[in-house]
């Protein structure tokens, strides 16, 4: 599966991005998508997940409330909807894929993900 992400961009705190990443092919109903960041000098950490059969969905403490992830399996795509960013959400955001169960999904576990996108930066300020 080759993955390409999108939305990236400046932003003022306070302000909304929506990211996006549209798979090569069918996001099967046992794939798990995660999107990661990784800041400057800090380790990539996951951001949120979601199982794709059953659109559960899975968030860092840190970004609960106020992002969403969604996804269009018609499409191939998962989205990733961020609301009142902060500064701290500066970093290259990504997307991957996992063939993992639903549990092993929401602890977006970085080496059950097996396919990853190129980045798209998101800079708050």
């Known amino acids: 599966v080759q993955l390409v992400e999108s939305g990236g961009g400046s932003v003022q705190t306070g302000g909304s991005l929506r990211l996006s990443c549209a798979a090569s092919?069918?996001?099967?109903?046992?794939?798990?998508m995660g999107w990661f960041r990784q800041a400057p000098g800090k380790e990539r950490e996951g951001v949120a997940a979601?199982?794709?059969?059953?659109?559960?969905?899975y968030y860092a403490d840190s970004v609960k409330g106020r992002f969403t992830i969604s996804r269009d399996n018609a499409k191939s795509t998962v989205y990733l909807q961020m609301n009142s960013l902060q500064p701290e959400d500066t970093a290259m955001y990504y997307c991957?894929?996992?063939?993992?169960?639903?549990?092993?999904?929401?602890?977006?576990?970085?080496?059950?993900?097996?396919?990853w996108g190129q980045g798209t930066q998101v800079t708050v300020s």
């Open positions: 991957a894929t996992s063939t993992s169960a639903p549990n092993i999904c929401a602890t977006m576990q970085i080496p059950t993900f097996l396919d």
């Open positions: 092919g069918s996001i099967y109903s046992g794939y798990c």
């Open positions: 979601i199982w794709a059969g059953g659109g559960k969905t």
